[in-house]
């Protein structure tokens, strides 16, 4: 599981996340959604311990990410930008991941396999097509085995069979009863692929629900995230905060934080 309290990041005047709070279940895909800019990547970074927070903390399995003995077998996360040195081949790039990691060798040819890059695997990374880039960084994310996943914008540069590959792909993790938070723009992908949604708009928690409860008035996910990120929702169940205006943004003023989760 993660855990996620009273999470602010502030990059100078810029308040990226504010007072989130949040947790994601084991056996569920659950999706983190907001408009561009509202704080998606700068919490998962934080989950991963490469940002630090200015207040709260995330926990994965109980633990910040610092107190984890095997990090790359507790948690797996593609996450935007996500590097590898260019001149080295897929395989020699997860070997040595796998052999800081306590990984075993094995377990290489295996998410190469699972990702679908075995045919190319002993070519120079830095000559991969974007989609091909972002299946090297799912399987580094698989590589320790581990029971929580995080996965930033997945599908960027996939095709259409790579976006169902994703879609299958999630939802097996899931159903092994690992932890899985995915973030994605594409609203109809992830109505098929989520079970639960964490929604956030300028890094404060608009909706902590299931996707089956935000659209149970027959509106679409997509009606019901605008209507969400534009602040006119009204959802039964549906733990709803304000978001602050820009000018007390700007201030830094932060309102207390509704942590109240719903009932389930
Ligand atoms: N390293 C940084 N330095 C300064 N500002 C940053 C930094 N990283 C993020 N920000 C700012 O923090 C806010 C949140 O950015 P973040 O990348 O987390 O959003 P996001 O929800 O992932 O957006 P997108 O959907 O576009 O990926 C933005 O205003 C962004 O400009
Ligand atoms: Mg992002």
Do not use: C
């Amino acid at each position: 599981m993660i855990e996620v309290q009273g999470l602010t990041k502030r990059y100078g005047a810029t308040t990226a996340v504010d007072a989130l709070s949040f947790e994601v279940r084991p056996g569920a895909v659950t999706g983190f959604l907001g408009p561009n800019g509202s704080g998606k990547s700068t919490t998962m970074r934080m989950v991963m311990g490469l940002d630090r927070p200015d207040t709260g903390w995330a926990r994965i399995s109980g633990r910040l990410y610092g107190e984890l003995s095997w990090p790359l077998r507790e948690v797996g996360a593609l996450l935007e930008a996500h590097t590898f040195h260019p001149g080295r081949s897929a395989r020699a790039h997860l070997a040595a991941l796998a052999a800081g990691g306590g990984i075993p060798r094995a377990r290489v040819d295996e998410v190469l396999g699972v990702v679908g890059l075995s045919d190319v695997a002993g070519r120079r990374a830095g000559t991969f097509s974007l989609g091909m880039a972002q299946r090297l960084g799912i399987a580094a994310a698989l590589l320790g085995d581990p029971e929580v996943l995080l996965f930033d914008e997945p599908v960027n540069g996939l095709d259409p069979e790579g976006v169902r590959w994703i879609r299958e792909l999630m939802r097996s993790l899931a159903a092994e009863g690992r932890t899985v938070l995915l973030s994605s723009h594409l609203i109809g992908e992830m109505a098929l692929t989520a079970d639960h949604l964490v929604v956030i708009g300028q890094g404060r928690l608009l909706a902590d629900t299931s996707v089956r409860e935000l659209t149970a008035d027959g509106r679409s996910l997509e009606e019901a995230f605008f209507a969400l990120t534009s602040g006119s929702a009204e959802y039964r169940g549906v733990t709803t905060q304000p978001v602050p205006d820009a000018h007390e943004r700007s201030r830094g003023v932060t309102k207390p934080a509704d942590t109240e989760r719903n009932p389930r």
